[in-house]
T-cell receptor, first 114, second 113 residues
């Protein structure tokens, strides 16, 4: 069964460093998302991406964050200068089209900023 | 803004029914979802209901929607130890971004043998 895959499963980085979280969405999907879950808190929407551009982003998704689909298969989330409060589980999700009800989620990347 | 709330914890005995409750504030929600998260795993869609429906049944799962009270529930019949997980309620609206999800905080279901 097709699935969304995320790498790495756990990333530890020093404060101020750049990190790139990687996702491979399901191959025929067109809509891509990043969500994050700080420990003990809700899963929060960060950004959605369609047709090679951001379609919507939340207040959390500031200038330190960027997304890219560099090669037609990977979908990446970059955090330019990590802060302690960026420590969270980051989930990638994809959907085949806008009206499809099910978003398929990856297993998540746990980012720890020290 | 939108808000989705759930109780934190539910404990039941194996074989009993579990009822997990959720309230939401956005009356324009189009779809309401239940996701399951097992330890170390991602978010798995269990079921969803369209906002013009009152009830949906899928094997052991029954979703009830009270749109007037903005209340959603998930009933799991004959709960098994394998049902132990965190259950997230979520809502979405059709918009240009392709139905971004707003999640509740999750309810941890513990099933005792």
């Amino acid at each position: 069964e097709p699935e969304v895959t995320q790498t790495p499963s756990h990333q530890v980085t020093q404060m101020g460093q750049e990190v790139i979280l990687r996702c491979v969405p399901i191959s025929n999907h067109l809509y891509f998302y990043w969500y994050r879950q700080i420990l003990g808190q809700k899963v929060e929407f960060l950004v959605s991406f369609y047709n090679n551009e951001i379609s919507e982003k939340s207040e959390i998704f500031d200038d330190q964050f960027s997304v890219e689909r560099p090669d037609g298969s990977n979908f990446t989330l970059k955090i330019r200068s990590t802060k302690l409060e960026d420590s969270a589980m980051y989930f990638c999700a994809s959907k085949p089209d806008r009206l499809n009800t099910e978003a398929f989620f990856g297993q998540g990347t746990r980012l720890t900023v020290v | 803004g939108e808000d989705v709330e759930q109780s934190l914890f539910l404990s039941v005995r194996e074989g009993d029914s579990s009822v997990i409750n959720c309230t939401y504030t956005d009356s324009s929600s189009t779809y309401l979802y239940w996701y399951k998260q097992e330890p170390g795993a991602g978010l798995q869609l269990l079921t969803y209901i369209f906002s013009n429906m009152d009830m949906k049944q899928d094997q052991r799962l029954t979703v009830l929607l009270n749109k007037k009270d903005k209340h959603l529930s998930l009933r799991i019949a004959d709960t098994q130890t394998g049902d132990s997980a965190i259950y997230f309620c979520a809502e979405s609206k059709t918009n240009n971004a392709g139905n971004m999800l707003t999640f509740g905080g999750g309810t941890r279901l513990m099933v005792k043998p």
